[in-house]
């Protein structure tokens, strides 16, 4: 069974920046395309980025496009968020996912990821 384990976040204030990380375990990292989403509270869990298991193809909801930066080491079995110029409304938590497929099809939809991390908490303070 794939684990998927958030960490990096915390409190930060607008404009700061912060690296979430998202270790994976039991199965085949390199093979599976990867993202990230959040939830804000009340709000439902959105898509924010992916990267394919090669990384020669990401893609970035509008919203964080030019701020954040998706990345990967297959060598480590982790995915990464960089995420600079942070606002108010990037508070969210963020998720991690695995798509065991590695579609690069229907990225930013949740039913395509097999997996899910428990998150990792973000707060932006203006």
């Known amino acids: 069974q794939v684990q998927l384990v958030e960490s990096g976040g915390g409190l930060v204030q607008a404009g700061g920046s912060l690296r979430l990380s998202c270790a994976a375990s039991g199965g085949t990292f390199s093979r599976y395309g990867m993202g990230w989403f959040r939830q804000a509270p009340g709000k439902e869990r959105e898509f924010v980025a992916h990267i394919s298991a090669s990384s020669s193809r990401t893609s970035y909801t509008d919203s964080v496009k030019g701020r954040f930066t998706i990345s990967r080491d297959n060598a480590k079995n982790t995915v990464y968020l960089q995420m600079n110029s942070l606002k108010p409304e990037d508070t969210a938590v963020y998720y991690c996912?695995?798509?065991?497929?590695?579609?690069?099809?229907?990225?930013?939809?949740?039913?395509?990821?097999?997996?899910w991390g428990q998150g990792t908490q973000v707060t932006v303070s203006s």
């Open positions: 996912a695995a798509d065991k497929w590695n579609s690069n099809a229907r990225l930013g939809s949740r039913g395509s990821y097999d997996y």
